[in-house]
């Protein structure tokens, strides 16, 4: 794993720059009109009642019900409330939204360590594949000590799971391009997916954050120039 690990922060973070600035001037439907559907979509009355109109939701009071729309057998280890909660992620910004949840620890501290936090809470709407604790736990511990005190190399993995625009599972399947410059590949569909050359497996997605969508995977996802 630590073969051709090693680039420039430089590069990695110039790289992460320039996509989150793509990411938030394009028209592209991935982008701003995505985040809108995607954004109306998570609202729903308590009585399961979708006829109304975000705008009435609102001006009701209704409470919002975020797990609507999501999926996977994972989504049961999400809290029912608290900030892990999805309604409690749907408040936050990704990299915040992330820190309450009790399944991604490991990738909350990864993100840290990175100093990529105020970049992913400041995006202007992506995807995140978001690696389980179990996910990081596959990997030798060894090596992953090794990755995570290695900023640059850090940079480059975790940039390797956003991909700009919110995609709804709809969206999902295809090839994307990544912060970190590859293109990922999603393969499957209705509420099976996978996500990268390893085949990681979709445990719970379409979870909505103020300014992502998150799908929580069951492996960490590694750039072709690491393989």
């Not at 970049?119 to 400041?122: D, Q, R, V």
């Given at each position: 794993m630590n073969r051709s690990l090693r680039r420039t922060s430089g590069i990695a973070v110039l790289a992460l720059t320039t996509a989150l600035g793509l990411a938030a001037c394009s028209s592209d439907d991935s982008g701003d009109d995505t985040a809108s559907d995607s954004s109306s979509s998570m609202r729903e009355s308590p009585s399961g009642d979708m006829s109304q109109s975000p705008s009435d939701d609102m001006s009701s009071g209704d409470a919002m019900?975020?797990?609507a729309q999501t999926f996977g057998a994972g989504c049961s280890s999400i809290p029912s409330d608290g900030a892990g909660s999805f309604d409690?992620?749907?408040t936050e910004p990704v990299a915040t939204a992330a820190s309450g949840n009790p399944l991604l620890t490991t990738l909350v501290a990864a993100v840290d360590k990175a100093g990529l936090v105020d970049?992913?809470?400041?995006a202007d709407g992506v995807t995140v594949f978001a690696p389980t604790d179990d996910a990081f736990a596959?990997?030798?511990k060894k090596d992953l000590n090794a990755v995570m005190s290695d900023k640059a190399t850090l940079t480059e993995i975790l940039t390797y799971h956003v991909v700009p625009g919110q995609l709804t599972p709809d969206q999902l399947a295809g090839s994307h391009q990544t912060l970190?410059?590859?293109k990922v590949v999603v393969e499957g569909s209705g509420e099976d997916f996978t996500v990268g050359?390893?085949?990681?497996?979709v445990l719970c997605g379409n979870i909505p954050t103020a300014n992502a969508t998150v799908y929580?995977?069951?492996s960490v996802l590694m750039?072709?120039?690491m393989g």
């Open positions: 019900d975020a797990g409690g992620m749907a970049t992913l809470n400041s596959k990997i030798p970190e410059g590859e050359a390893d085949s990681a497996k929580v995977i069951d750039p072709g120039s």
